[in-house]
Nanobody
Framework: QVQLVESGGGLVQAGGSLRLSCAASGRTLTHYAMGWFRQAPGKEGECVAAISWGGAGIYYADSVKGRFTISRDTAKNTLYLQMNSPKNEGTDDYYC?????????????????WGKGTLVTVSS
């Protein structure tokens, strides 16, 4: 089993930046695709960004293209989400997820493991 723990959430002002981290433990993440999912109050969660195990496959939701960057440090078993000028004002829950996937593409659903989330508040 893989355990995922998010960190780095908090308050970010308009025009500011924030970096989320997801530490994985319990199993080597070789051939594990990973992604970040965002859930606003009263809405269904959506995939914000995802990255394949090899890094060749990357996905970004249209709402964050050009402003968010997903990356991973396989040696440290850590996933990152660099958030520049987030536009979703209010508080959202960001979840880290992983999927056993042997192709070098970025899946945006059917994830196998989930973290408990970290709250991000965007303020003007």
């Amino acid at each position: 089993q893989v355990q995922l723990v998010e960190s780095g959430g908090g308050l970010v002002q308009a025009g500011g930046s924030l970096r989320l981290s997801c530490a994985a433990s319990g199993r080597t993440l070789t051939h594990y695709a990973m992604g970040w999912f965002r859930q606003a109050p009263g809405k269904e969660g959506e995939c914000v960004a995802a990255i394949s195990w090899g890094g060749a496959g990357i996905y970004y939701a249209d709402s964050v293209k050009g402003r968010f960057t997903i990356s991973r440090d396989t040696a440290k078993n850590t996933l990152y989400l660099q958030m520049n000028s987030p536009k979703n004002e209010g508080t959202d829950d960001y979840y880290c997820a992983a999927k056993v996937f042997h192709s070098d593409y970025a899946p945006t659903g059917a994830m196998d493991y989930w973290g408990k989330g970290t709250l991000v508040t965007v303020s003007s």
